[in-house]
């Protein structure tokens, strides 16, 4: 355990976050401008299919080498390993995905060989992250990431005014710049692969069976949505829902930048850390995460259909609907991540991905459910029962399988802050009606400097924190 606080660890990998984040949200709001939302609907079921396809060609493997590569003697015996089980993956993807070429055709209006060239480089981008976080070098990961994110929508805008059309310039962009983040990962990694023998190999398959179970299921959580959308609500609908998504999306970066951090750290093992610092480092894994969340539920109550309408255009001002509810779902993924990282870390996956397979067959349920009926509001309010329905259940097994007290004075100094703030947001709203996007810039910083400024001054051990960073 390294001797600065959590929230400072977290605060290097978020930074970069932040970045990647706000690269994502720009570059979206460009895509909107530039195109109409039906291609920007296939451009982003391209995305959907190619993460499905990525997510499953690396399923098992990358969420378990930052867990292995701490414990082995030789980290590149795992790390080759894994690279062997993912390449035969990757094999078998490719050659089944000709079978699927006319529904391929159907729903995005390309043929399979683009997926495949951005396929590629997308896959062993994913276990190059997972390898630096194995490493115990997040911060870094999450930079590169951060780069890519803004290389992706820089190339496409380039490519876009250079001549060429949009859907080309946006599915060119996303594949150049995952080749680049390969590159950047090779230079950095500190771990070389060795090659493994059969058994290496074996064994790292069955020490990741859980895995694939967990990472299978996550798909209907993230990408599988989106198809759903689109087979039943047409490519527009895609547009506004992956919109909103990203915006949700923005509230998760101490989310993503806390199980960056504790992943490897508690993969270690438990039992080389003291009770306190396990207590210390659970108990501010769960607050760190949600605290931009609780803020972000009544400010998308309360300015989703403006913000939409002037940042989108007003043919996306319906979906704030969905941007409520999945910032709802968001605050229980939240706190369902570090829950599960928590159960990854002490060797019972098995429970944690029993829990996805069962949530994952819900969400299916609900989606041919609710999207029919509700449109994407009906998607996000599918994904966000389920989310919460995970976190029960996961949150449960964590204080039963190693008993920790919750943050729940903290969580409730967080939710005094969203209500003060949300209250004053809507006064100001009464008296400076939201028309361009400067009102909205101002009263989305105030609304945040009020909701920090109250919440440092209740929480004395978030002050502390930040005084010792």
């Not at 600065?4 to 978020?14: H, T």
């Not at 060795?194 to 990408?223: A, H, M």
């Not at 108990?283 to 009544?298: H, V």
Request: charged fraction near 10%.
């Amino acid at each position: 355990m390294e001797d600065y606080p959590l929230f400072r660890r977290v605060l290097r990998i978020g930074t970069s976050n932040i970045i990647g984040q706000l690269a994502s949200f720009l570059g979206v709001i460009a895509y909107a401008n530039v195109t109409t939302p039906a291609v920007l609907g296939r451009y982003f079921l391209l995305i959907s299919l190619v993460n499905i396809l990525g997510s499953l060609a690396t399923a098992g493997v990358s969420s378990n080498i930052p867990r292995e590569l701490p414990r082995a003697l030789n980290p590149g015996i795992p790390f080759g390993s894994a690279l062997a089980i993912t390449s035969v993956q990757t094999t078998a993807i490719i050659i089944v995905l000709p079978a699927f070429s006319s529904t391929i055709r159907h729903l995005i209006g390309i043929g399979i060989l683009p997926i495949q060239l951005i396929l590629l480089p997308t896959i062993f981008a994913l276990v190059g992250g997972d390898l630096l976080r194995g490493e115990k070098r997040a911060p870094l990961s999450e930079k590169i990431e951060a780069m890519t994110k803004l290389a992706i929508y820089t190339c496409g805008i380039v490519l876009y005014f250079t001549g060429h059309g949009p859907f080309f310039s946006f599915m060119a962009g996303y594949g150049a710049s995952r080749v680049l983040q390969i590159v950047a990962i090779a230079v950095a990694a500190e771990t070389q692969p060795v090659i493994p023998s059969v058994g290496d190999i074996w064994s790292f398959f069955t020490r990741s069976k859980y895995l694939y179970l967990s990472r299978i299921s996550n798909l209907g959580f993230e990408w599988i949505d989106t198809l759903f959308i689109g087979f039943f609500l047409g490519s527009a609908a895609v547009a506004a829902y992956e919109i909103v998504w990203r915006i949700t999306s923005v509230s998760n970066i101490l989310t993503n930048a806390t199980v960056a951090d504790i992943y490897p750290r508690l993969s270690t093992g438990v039992e080389k850390i003291t009770r306190q610092q396990y207590d210390i480092l659970v108990e501010g894994a769960y607050f760190y995460s949600i605290t931009p969340i609780i803020p972000a539920m009544p400010g998308a109550f309360l300015l989703g259909a403006d913000m939409l309408g002037i940042i989108y255009g007003g043919s996306y001002r319906y979906a704030w609907i969905a941007l409520t509810i999945l910032f709802l779902g968001r605050f229980a993924f939240s706190i369902s991540s570090i829950s599960n990282t928590i159960l990854f870390s002490l060797d019972l996956d098995h429970f944690a991905s029993q829990i996805d397979v069962i949530t994952l067959l819900i969400n299916l349920v609900l989606d041919l459910t609710l999207i029919p009926i509700l449109g994407i509001s009906g998607a996000a309010l599918g994904i966000a029962i389920t989310y919460f329905l995970s976190c029960i259940a996961k949150t449960y097994l964590v204080y039963d399988s190693h008993v920790t007290k919750p943050p729940t004075k903290r969580m409730l100094f967080s939710s005094m802050s969203a209500i003060i703030m949300g209250a004053a947001v809507e006064t100001i709203r009464i008296f400076l009606p939201i028309r361009n996007i400067f009102n909205l810039i101002a009263i989305i910083s105030f609304g945040i400097l009020l909701y920090s400024t109250i919440l440092v001054r209740l929480d004395r051990q978030l002050w502390q924190d930040i005084m010792q960073s």
